[in-house]
């Protein structure tokens, strides 16, 4: 089923289980008001995400990608969001190359407890978003090349 | 595969904003769905026998329910498939609520995310597999952390139920606020000889190890199995020869010490014992003020110890314990009145903390119970009370109300005219909040028969005036400003998260709100759980709490570990990381980056291979991202799980 | 080294504070704060100006700001209070782009409002730092028992101001021990005289000021020590007023923190103008030693 | 001030001009009396500070702006530097006293006399020429012994200028007030 034509993007989010995910949850039952755009696919930690993931969702029609896990030090795994950043930054680095808006990822620290700050934290990034409006699309060919050198490049 | 979906309208939670029937109207158009219905409450018994009848009649071997946070529920419906006969990881949730209903208005935006959300969660489950936990041996021991009253009741509460308990406390003697207080409320029964018993259960227990002078240095493992080392810090006293005799204290030079059990309320001897009914009641050597530890002469206790019992030499000590459970009672700590430079900041000897006044009020205190000045001794007649300092004031973070304020203020009204009949106290109070049996009551009897005017209004300023301090405060109800003369001010000083709370919580891998109190696992249903599987909370580390309160968590705690502890082996989760032998290269990275070790090298046929420890993984998927090879997955977790949800996603 | 300040010496300088602009001019010369008037400055507005409208006291102010970011200097500076706030609050405000854009419109020029303001006595302290001053004391104030009175806004709102405690600033304390006197604990150092109500309501600033001259002689002060131009003129030239209205027979003197810095530094009495001071400064000047005042005409 | 009536009407658009003007909350105030605790001129006033920040939460325009307080207030701030909310009160005096010359509400005129004769002394001169502005005040209110016993000492101290210190472009002073009037 497509995205909402003119209403929504394409926003892809991987939360870790023990803060993000909650914060969210906190931020839902406290009725803070977000967009809709964003989807979330949970992991049990920011550890878990493989930059491919990310990259796969550029490929296949993402406008955005957003992470979040625990706070430095509060990883629920004491050091999963230390791989995560690690890996991220390279990441970040790699987008330009492979034709993709550093600016469309973004990643992030939300403890279970910082419901308002999760509003911000989707508001803004939704916001961002749509100010660059929806990415340019891949042909197949040229997905499979970047997903291949990706794979060789980590 | 053959899918069922439910989708919940959780009465009008999700159904007010979300139309739940095209939800699953749209899901039945989706790969390997085979049924699809919305239901009123997915979650209650109905709503579960409706899931269970549909796999039946429909033979489904997978279900996906949109509802609420999978935190909430995902256990409740896990079991609905066992009950059917489904391996309970044949199940996905749709997070609709948390993540959709509650956050939006638009229904048709809603509609059309609740059901990718539901696509998603099919997709996922497309590739689910059958997973079996599998067992493993807990160690049935728990260390409570923290020996105030909560950590008390739970140490007991545990020890009587037959379990080996470790207590660890920082201080040099167990107690914790409620040992310094004088008398309690609302029934002004005498603090320490309720508590006092509760500490030589403590001490007599033979199923308790008592650390003190102790602080936890790391955690490790997880539930049932925990490797903690415990910092034993050097008191300069053996505590196996020290009798608590008291004779050291008597003859140490050194007068000027930090006072700490006293709060400051005057000064004490380098070498201590904090007060009489000290548990345990060894003396300790305070090394700052210590003349033989400084300056390397005197030695004056050594000298005299009758059981040699000093060691000047003696370093801090790491122990180590294992234990299957923990529980955290840290407590609180109380505001720091100085950032309130309208009421002096601290300069002003006669404006005290509420604490500091109960020191005063104790028999056992520094004045032996008599209400004296701290600038002159004198027994001051004028008494002024300023409640909400540092609650309820966002300008120094702390918006919060601490709760028990208003209610120890009112006792120490009442105690401060049966120690000085001809004194009056004046009361200055925003709200009286006190709800809790008698607890009202016990406010008006403050006023009524004790006669504290309570004055509604926050004070500006405190002025000192030859001898005395004029308090500018307002009553709003008879809109005008009052200024009190008073020989003492008390400060009803709020509570906040105890020194060190959030390297403790580190320790704990549990989380902790903004003001750094403990999160618990769900603010209505899991109020000692957090959402580390074997760690528990009492008291006030989880927010302001009273006695009773902290007391009913204390022993709630207890009875969790209890329940734990009832079974003698505990179901490992299969959601670990498994190694695909015939892939795996053994190079070892997923090895090196395990954050608990849970991966070996082992020798298959010649080749080095990964091994996972299923015990101690604890299924992070740290490795999974590691591995060249794509060799090692989390299960529930997998490359081609999590790749699904996306391609599901982003369609093009 | 020398630092380049553009000075705002405010309209009271150029009448009833005349000696605090002397006094500061001349402490600023030996501490090495060079100042350059601010060319044909006006007057900010003070208090009439933002109780009238908050647009035209930013745009009085603002004038002075743009010609100031025409000087090569490090930053604004003025003795005043008063001024000192409407200059902060009006370049805070200015970092309003709505707000920035109504005012250069009335100004009919472009204000960048980013210099640093300080009032001198931050300067001073920060630029100099009392022990650094205690060096160059040659006349300490030995003996001088000084309360100092702040002012209720050189120190707030504290978000504005940024300078000291709000509470309980101890800037003058510092610099006055520095120079020898003896200062004691003075609990109303932030509370307000009034003097803005001088002339319409003179019974509410006679007991507000009043309060203040009982308790510094209460506690035995000598003089007390300002570095606000309303305050030390609703002190000293009211003083009579005040003890007429309370009944009382105060004769406290009222020095600006300058003039008694410099008498310190050894300057000469051109330099501190004494002699403009209403309240007889000759005891507690003959307590340290320094060249007794003839008595003012009255 | 009229006693707010049960069924008093609730001046929504009032407690809004109020709340951008002062770019300030005003459900912030949870009521503790800080602000009147504080004020050194409370004694004076004929409605407390948190009495006046209750009438405009609720929307009590006119009782709010015909109040002497808000002309008493010497914009002092200590109710600002302490409000527990970090409300800046004094700026929502300042706002009010805005709001009243517009509505032509002034409790206290003398008050309102000195600022205008101040503030024509400036626009006059492009500073203040004090001896003037006194004149000009006293004109306007009538007060002919106004500080007549200060006059003498102020002048032998050479503390009362009888000429104005008149800077070198008024002009440009005056435009300001000019184009500051015409665009309101």
Known sequence: MPVLEGKELRIVGFLCNWCSYGGADTAGVGRFAQPTDLRVIKLPCTGRVNPLFVVRAFLNGADGVLVSGCHPGDCHYTAGNFYARRRLEVLRELLDVMGIQPERFHYTWVSASEGQKWKQVVSDFTARIHELGPATSFSSCAAVAVETGMKTAI | ?????????????????????????????????????????????????????????????????????????????????????????????????????????????????????????????????????????????????????????????????GLQVILVERESTIGGKMAKLDKTFPTVDCSSCILGPRMVDVAQHPNITLYAMSEVESVNGFVGNFDVSIRKKATYVDWEACTGCGQC??????????????????????????????????????????????????????????????????????????????????????????????????????????????????????????????????????????????????????PYCSGFCCMYTAKQAILTKDHIPDSQSHVFYMDIRSPGKLYDEFTRRAMEEYGARYIRGRVSTIQPRDGYYVVKGADTIMGSQVEVKADLVVLAVGAEASKGAGALAEKLRISYDGYGFFMEGHPKLKPVETNTAGVYLAGSCQGPKDIPASVAQGSAAASKVQALFSKDKLASDPQVSSVAIQRCVGCAKCESTCPFGAIEMTEFRGMPKASVVETVCQGCGVCAVTCPQGAIQLQHFTDNQILAEVNALCPY | MTRQYAYYPGCSAMGSSIEYDISTRALCKSLGVELVDIPDWNCCGSTPAHASDHLLSASLVARNLAIAESMDVEGIITPCPSCLKNLKTTSLRMQRKGFHEKVEHIVERPVRADLPIRSVLQTVIEHCSPEAIAEHVS??????????????????????????????????????????????????????????????????????????????????????????????????????????????????????????????????????????????????????GAPAQEEPAR | MPTPSATHRFDEDFLKEVQQGSEQNLTRCYQCGNCTAGCPLSFAYDIPVNRLMRLLQAGEKHAVLSSKAIWLCASCETCTTRCPNEIDVARIMDVLRHMARREGLVAEPPVRHMWDAFLSSVEKYGRVFEAGMMANFVRRTGRFWTDADLAPVAIGKGKLGLRPHAIKHPDEVQRIFARFRDQR
């Open chain 2, 1 to 161: 595969m053959n899918i069922g979906v439910f989708v919940c309208h959780c009465g009008s939670n999700i159904a007010g904003t979300v139309d739940t029937e095209k939800v699953a109207e749209a899901a039945r158009s989706f790969p390997d769905v085979a049924f699809a219905t919305d239901t009123m409450y997915a979650c209650s018994e109905p709503g579960q026998a409706g899931i269970i009848d549909a796999i039946k009649d429909y033979g489904l071997d997978g279900i996906v329910v949109a509802s609420c946070t999978p935190r909430m529920h995902e256990a409740t419906f896990r079991k609905t498939l066992e009950r059917a006969g489904l391996n309970k990881y044949l199940f996905e949730m749709a997070n609709i609520r948390e993540h959709v209903s509650w956050i939006g208005k638009d229904k048709e935006l809603n509609t059309n995310k609740a059901a990718e959300l539901v696509q998603m969660a099919v997709a996922k489950l497309r590739n689910n597999t059958e997973l079996h936990a599998g067992e493993f041996e807990i160690n049935k021991r728990v260390m409570v952390i923290g020996g105030g009253v909560a950590g008390i009741q739970a140490a007991l509460d545990c020890a009587d139920g």
């Open chain 2, 249 to 398: 204290m008597e003859k140490c030079p050194s007068k000027k010490a930090e006072d700490r059990f006293n709060e400051g309320v005057g000064t004490t001897t380098a070498i201590n014992i904090p007060f009489p009914q000290a548990i345990p009641k060894k003396a300790v050597i305070n090394a700052n003020a210590c003349i033989m530890l400084s300056k390397g002469k005197c030695g004056a206790c050594a000298k005299l110890c009758p059981t040699q019992a000093i060691r000047f030499e003696q370093q801090d000590e790491i122990v180590q314990e294992q234990v299957g459970a923990i529980i955290a009672a840290t407590g609180y700590d109380l505001f720091d009145h100085t950032l309130y430079g309208e009421y002096g900041g601290g300069r002003y000897p006669d404006v005290i903390t509420s604490i500091q006044y109960e020191r005063l009020l104790s028999a056992s205190g520094p004045t032996g119970g008599h209400i004296k000045r701290p600038s002159d001794g004198r027994e001051p007649k004028n008494i002024v009370f300023i409640q909400c300092v540092g609650s309820r004031d966002p300008s120094v973070n702390r």
């Open chain 3, 139 to 288: 006349k300490p104030l030995k003996g001088l028992k000084v309360v100092p009175y702040y002012g209720c806004i050189m120190n707030r709102p504290p978000d504005v101001m940024t300078f000291d405690d709000p509470e309980n600033p101890t800037s003058l304390d510092r610099l006055m021990q520095a120079l020898g006197a003896e200062v004691l604990p003075f609990p109303h150092k932030v509370d307000c005289c009034g003097a803005s109500l001088g002339l319409v309501r003179r019974e509410l600033v006679t007991r507000l000021s009043g309060r203040i001259l009982d308790t510094a002689a209460s506690l035995g002060a000598d003089a007390i020590v300002t570095a606000c131009p309303m305050c030390q003129m609703n002190l000293d030239l009211r003083q009579n007023q005040i003890n007429r209205a309370n009944g009382t027979q105060h004769r406290m003197p009222i020095f600006y923190y300058t003039q008694l810095a410099g008498l310190a530094l050894g300057q000469h009495e051109s330099c501190l103008r004494m002699d403009k001071l209403c309240v007889s400064p000759a005891r507690a000047l003959q307590q340290v």
